[in-house]
């Protein structure tokens, strides 16, 4: 089993940058394609960004592409998002998740294992 800690969250101003961490425990996080994933008030969940469980692989939505960058450290366990010339609408709740049975990456929330509790981003006008 795969817990995940969401971290770095805050207020910014547009135009701003923040990078979000997600720490995994348990030894399946090396074996995981990873994800982040975004919910703003009254909205679905979206996806934003994946890399494969090696890290060779991106794909980003067409709103974090040029701007956010994911990544992932195996031997830290950690996974990251740089986010940069964060926008108003860029405003939500983020989530990391963790697949164990797509290790290439998903744009598909019912195909992600395991899910952190999410990191508030504000980002003010």
């Known amino acids: 089993q795969v817990q995940l800690v969401e971290s770095g969250g805050g207020l910014v101003q547009a135009g701003g940058s923040l990078r979000l961490s997600c720490a995994a425990s348990g030894r399946t996080f090396t074996n995981s394609a990873m994800g982040w994933f975004r919910q703003a008030p009254g909205k679905e969940r979206e996806f934003v960004t994946t890399i494969s469980w090696f890290g060779d692989s991106t794909y980003y939505a067409d709103s974090a592409k040029g701007r956010f960058t994911i990544s992932r450290d195996n031997a830290k366990n950690t996974l990251y998002l740089q986010m940069n010339s964060l926008k108003p609408e860029d405003t939500a709740v983020y989530y990391c998740?963790?697949?164990?049975?797509?290790?290439?990456?998903?744009?598909?929330?019912?195909?992600?294992?395991?899910w952190g509790q999410g990191t508030q981003v504000t980002v003010s006008s």
């Open positions: 998740a963790a697949s164990k049975r797509y290790g290439s990456g998903s744009v598909w929330p019912h195909e992600y294992d395991y």
